[in-house]
């Protein structure tokens, strides 16, 4: 189950919206919606959540570049909404060389579990070979809140319902409760 919703920074407070991501296909699809969310240009926080999986936040400040953290990329990998986050700049690759076709891997070994004689090397490790240009782990600007009381330790050690513990710190636990 996924959640995602705006945060918008105001002169008042915080203001959240939650939004429908499905017409959304790209990072650019997706800051243009948080601008539009964004009275005079002020920050807005796009907060996603798979459930028990991962969250991404994306922060955008005007007409900045939209700043990302992905809590796990290889989970987020799998999500058609984590997919509009990792982009080949968040993962350290060349833009416009194709990765790996990720509906095509096989994540956990091999069908049955256990490695092939083929997919192992000469020390007889697996060889995960395209699987690693998808880090597990967070990647991303774990700094990305920093500046608004969620340091990068903090941002790091979130789980559970980490979105909520984000609202929390920044003083929008209620408003985001309304569109939950």
């Not at 060349?94 to 076709?101: A, L, M, T, V, W």
């Not at 994540?107 to 995960?128: F, Y």
């Amino acid at each position: 189950m996924y959640f995602a919703a705006l945060l918008a920074r105001t002169e008042d407070g915080w203001e959240a919206s939650d939004t429908e991501l499905d017409d959304v296909e790209t990072l650019s699809d997706l800051a243009d919606l948080a601008r539009e969310a964004a009275p005079d240009e002020d920050t807005v926080l796009v907060l996603i959540e798979q459930e028990n999986g991962w969250f991404g936040v994306v922060r955008v400040d005007g007409e900045d570049d939209p700043r990302i953290y992905v809590s796990d990329a290889a989970a987020a990998a799998r999500s058609s909404y984590g997919e509009i986050l990792l982009t080949d700049e968040l993962l350290g690759r060349e833009p416009g060389i194709d990765g790996p076709d990720l509906d095509a891997l096989d994540l956990d070994g091999t069908e049955d579990g256990e490695p092939d004689d083929a997919d192992t090397g000469e020390d007889g490790a697996a060889d995960t070979g395209a699987a690693d240009s998808v880090p597990h782990g967070p990647v991303g600007d774990a700094l990305v809140l920093d500046d608004l009381g969620v340091s990068e330790k903090d941002l790091r050690s979130l789980f559970g319902d980490a979105l909520g513990k984000i609202a929390e710190v920044l003083g929008a636990a209620e408003v985001l409760e309304t569109v939950r």
